[in-house]
């Protein structure tokens, strides 16, 4: 391990890519928090009033909620009357048309990402919703999707155009009371993704959404909804990527997924939000409440995630086995560099006959970071015959960095099996030298050993996502390993 | 848990029992410190994470006031494994002279503390009877509140080696409050074995804490068990500092109890220390039985290995919490731990967490856990061959249990441990058969 000193300052010295500000007057409201900023966004977004409603249950039950602290993370108090509740990117009253009708500044954003909306839209066959701070910008891919029955649009669409579906299922898998962070969500959620795929339908393409948090000082509160009904089938993909900024921004999202009788959905998320400089300055604060229920028969729903990015990472992506013979995976890689801290993991509660669950997670940390596997199976005792398997791993690449496995296993009925492993060790010195030998580079038999590391999650991953996924990690990890 | 209105609630009537027990003014006060301070605390409940799978609910009926002694008959020992070596008796917390050995081993010194109690001590010792550094201060406040007896063990250098110390604990009703300390001389070795036992079946608290210490390159094997009537509730504090390549083993037999809890730290402090833990927890009928564990690896090269298996029956419950600790700077840590729970009825649960928590990254570290029925394979093999279906059954489980029951060297304890578990099993005479 003899990599010396200033090699390792210049490659963990490097900077984030993706850090840069777009100039664009944001129709912003004041910071701050009360009944009257609820009933401000309710009303900009010309919401029903069982939503406006639903907001202020959700606002009021916040405020004698108090914020949670078990998870293994540190940060300086929030405080949440400093922070503006909405933002809009401006002249969009009529919405665009086509991309041609797109903010080209916006567009040049994406390029810059690496994500040419209208070139990989078609290239790639993916529909993609940007959204763009709190209000989707542009829709592609509408008519072929249209044509097959599915409903895939910006959630405030969502709530003009189909307000039924909305209040049957909204709040239903995450409730306005959950925890602290779902329940502010559900008072000032201000857009996200909706999705329906009807009865037997296999969704023709993988849908797709880039969040991006632009304006200072906004934070992102995301909504989305995803109902596979009956034997339906869906593939959803999430990418995220921040600017630069030295304030520390705050994230609260909510993502539910409910898979009806033989319905299938695949949830794959690529995060990538600014973690950061080197010294912990900055970084997003990523608090997000994602839970899945699969509530029919024989209904799948598999969680994929690589998550490299935000200062803090709070999230535990679930599944609800309800329905006799469905399945739940969770399948991640949680990469924590610098002074990141992430706490993840999953929730498997089985409640149906037969239900199975997989779960494989890989911890990769380094500099003084601090990565912790949290999770929970839970096996009730309706729950006749589940089948539970954990695997996680962790890897340290710093005497500096913490690794941390918190496992809950749960069992109320004799007829389960479950099984649990985890490791934790730091990359062999015998792998290293091997490749060393046969003339890698240590940056290259590092990332090598690293993607070995994490391969049953990568090939989880729709293609394109993991090409970057690979990528990020590559990037993240630079220099990490002395 | 905070305004506490004394004389209703559990921690109330703690108040009022405290301030009846004799012992003069520093005993007194060391009691009143400890009082405020879990005043202050609350007992725990089951918001707190650590706790959350037991039930202390049950303390709310329970008379906490320490025991006056009741006679116990002169048989009351004859149920336990035939003993060698030295045998310390504590009825309801209290030392018992009469029922103890008079002769100890060489380099074994026992010094009963009701009469240290009194004076004021040298600050280390002192410290060692207030909340010490348990996992949990809060069983440790509640023992220390109401702490009347107990006795300071001691193993010299040149004491025999591997010698036998049993530790019985009678409690016969009430709340029973004993502390004990151990010191290992460095090199010295010894094998502790603690029982504990309800004779009559009375409704007790047991709150036991054991401080202990081992020199550098001391041995000690520590044996707790626990064999309680039905009505027991025991909540058992242990904390353990190792010393450089000193060895510490713990085996637990969770055989017994309404509610029986052990939490147990053990600090490897010294390069090359090194520990081993193991537990059976056999939660059958109404009978809860937790264990938390925490081992923190301060020093570079010390080694843990846990092995826990828990058996589900009737209506039992039955938790593992196992927590290893990387301190930075300690390299080389090894650690591994094992959890498996067999759930043999509808009515059982038992869970388990095992934590990893590291802070150093040249280390080797997994666990591994898993809950389930009795495997079908297996299941099959055996009916293949002609056995019964119960009969196979009760042979598989006991030889899960066997995993840890195995690990106990005193042949006397093994037998006795054994025939336990076989005493809940069908067909105990021809698995006695199979294994003779």
Redesign the interface.
């Given at each position: 391990m003899a990599t010396k000193p200033q090699d390792l300052d210049s490659l963990v010295g490097q900077q984030y890519r993706h850090g840069f500000v777009t100039d664009i007057d944001s129709d912003t409201v004041p910071p701050g928090l009360n009944e009257d900023v609820i009933r401000l966004i309710s009303r900009k977004k010309g919401e029903p009033e069982f939503l406006l409603n639903w907001r202020l249950v959700a606002y009021r039950h916040w405020l004698t909620m108090r914020e949670p602290h078990?998870a293994?993370v540190r940060y300086a108090p929030i405080d949440y009357q400093a922070i503006s509740y909405y933002s809009a990117p401006k002249a969009n009253t009529d919405g665009p048309k086509s991309l041609a009708d797109v903010d080209p500044k916006l567009l040049a954003t994406y390029e810059k990402l690496g994500v040419p909306l209208h070139e990989r839209a078609r290239l790639a066959g993916v529909a993609v919703d940007a959204v763009f701070d709190s209000v989707s910008v542009a829709t592609t891919f509408k008519e072929r999707l249209g044509e097959a029955g599915v409903i895939f649009c910006p959630f405030s669409d969502a709530v003009r155009e189909h307000p039924a579906l909305l209040e049957q299922y909204l709040g239903s898998v995450v409730p306005t009371t959950d925890n602290f962070y779902a329940a502010l969500n559900s008072a000032v959620f201000t857009d996200g993704s909706f999705v329906y795929i009807p009865k037997g339908v296999r969704c023709p393409m993988e849908l797709s959404t880039y969040f991006r948090i632009n304006a200072a000082k906004t934070g992102q509160f995301e909504r989305t909804l995803i109902i596979a009904d009956e034997g339906s089938h869906v593939s959803y993909l999430e990418g995220c990527s921040a600017p630069m900024r030295d304030e520390n921004q705050l994230h609260a999202a909510v993502v539910e997924l409910i898979a009806l009788r033989d319905a299938n959905i695949k949830y794959s998320t690529v995060q990538n939000w600014y973690p950061g400089d080197e010294n912990g300055v900055g970084g997003i604060f990523n608090f997000v409440t994602k839970r899945g229920e699969c509530r029919g028969a024989n209904s799948r729903i598999s969680w994929t995630q690589v998550e490299t990015g935000s200062a803090i990472t709070w999230k535990y992506p679930s599944c609800v086995l309800t329905g006799e013979n469905s399945v739940g995976e969770f399948y991640s890689v949680a990469v924590a560099n610098n002074y990141q801290q992430a706490d993840t993991g999953t929730k498997m509660i089985h409640i149906g006959r037969n239900t199975k669950s997989t779960i494989v997670s890989k911890g990769i940390s380094a500099g003084h970071a601090q990565n912790s596997y949290r999770g929970l199976v839970k096996?009730l005792?309706s729950a006749e015959g589940a089948r539970n398997y954990t695997q996680c791993d962790?890897l340290?690449?710093?005497?500096?960095?913490?690794?941390?496995?918190?496992?809950?296993?749960?069992?109320?009925?004799?007829?389960?099996?479950?099984?649990?492993?985890?490791?934790?060790?730091?990359i062999g010195e015998d792998q290293l030298f091997y490749c060393l030998q046969r003339g890698l580079s240590q940056e290259d038999a590092v990332n090598m050993i690293v993607s070995g590391f994490c391969k049953t999650v990568f090939k989880e991953l729709p293609m394109e996502f993991a090409v970057e996924a690979q990528n990020l990690l590559a990037v993240s990890l630079e220099g990490a390993v002395g | 848990m905070s305004a506490v209105a004394e004389g209703t609630t559990p921690l109330g009537r703690l108040a009022e029992a405290a301030a009846t027990l004799a012992g003069g003014e520093v005993a007194h006060a060391r009691r009143r410190a400890a009082l405020d301070r879990l005043l202050a605390l609350g007992l725990p409940g089951p918001r707190d994470d650590a706790w959350k799978y037991s039930n202390l609910r049950l303390l709310g009926r329970r008379d906490l006031a320490p025991a006056t002694a009741r006679p116990v008959a002169a048989d009351a020992l004859a149920m336990l494994p035939a003993r060698d070596g030295t045998t310390v008796v504590f009825l309801d917390g209290r030392f018992q002279p009469s029922m103890s050995t008079a002769v100890l081993a060489r380099g074994l010194s026992v010094t009963p503390l009701a009469a240290v109690l009194a004076a004021k001590l040298p600050p280390a010792l002192e410290a060692r009877l207030g909340a010490g550094d348990g996992i949990d201060e809060r069983i440790r406040l509640l023992n220390a509140a109401l702490l009347v007896d107990g006795a300071h063990l001691s193993v010299a250098p040149d004491g025999a080696p591997d010698q036998q110390i049993h530790v019985v604990h009678l409690a016969t009703g009430g709340g029973a409050y004993p502390r004990l300390a151990v010191t290992l001389a460095p090199g010295a070795s010894a094998r502790l074995i603690e029982y504990h036992l309800t004779p009559g079946d009375a409704e007790t608290l047991a709150a036991p804490v054991a401080d202990i210490e081992l020199g550098v390159g001391a041995r000690l094997e520590h044996y707790a068990i626990t064999l309680a009537g039905a009505h027991a509730i025991e909540l058992q504090d242990v904390s353990v500092r190792v010393a450089a390549d000193a060895t510490y083993r713990h085996r637990h037999l969770g055989l017994g109890g309404q509610l029986a809890r052990l939490d147990l730290r053990v600090r490897l402090e010294g390069e090359g220390a090194s520990t081993q833990l193991s537990g059976l927890l056999l939660a059958e009928q109404s009978r809860q039985i937790d264990v938390r564990t925490v081992v923190e690896h301060v020093a570079p090269r010390t080694t843990s290995d846990q092995v826990y298996r828990g058996v589900g029956k009737d209506r039992g419950r039955g938790s593992y919490d196992g927590k290893v600790v990387v301190h930075k700077g300690a390299m080389k840590a090894d650690s591994r731990q094992s959890s498996k729970n067999l759930l043999l009825s509808p009515g059982a649960s038992l869970d388990s967490r095992p934590q990893l928590e590291i802070n150093a990254d040249d280390v080797k570290c997994s666990h591994g856990a898993t809950t389930g029925a009795l495997d079908e394979q297996m299941l099959f093999y055996l009916l293949a061959r002609g056995l019964d279906r119960d009969i196979a059954r009760a042979l598989l489980t006991f030889a899960f249990a066997e995993d840890v029951i195995a690990k106990i060297t005193l042949p006397a304890l093994r037998r006795f441990a054994e025939e336990r578990v076989l005493g809940s099993l069908p067909a105990a005479p021809l698995i006695r058969e199979f294994i003779a």
């Open positions: 078990w293994h096996v005792p962790s340290l690449m710093s005497e500096h960095c913490g690794a941390h496995t918190f496992p809950y296993v749960e069992v109320k009925n004799p007829t389960a099996t479950v099984e649990h492993e985890a490791t934790t060790s730091r | -």
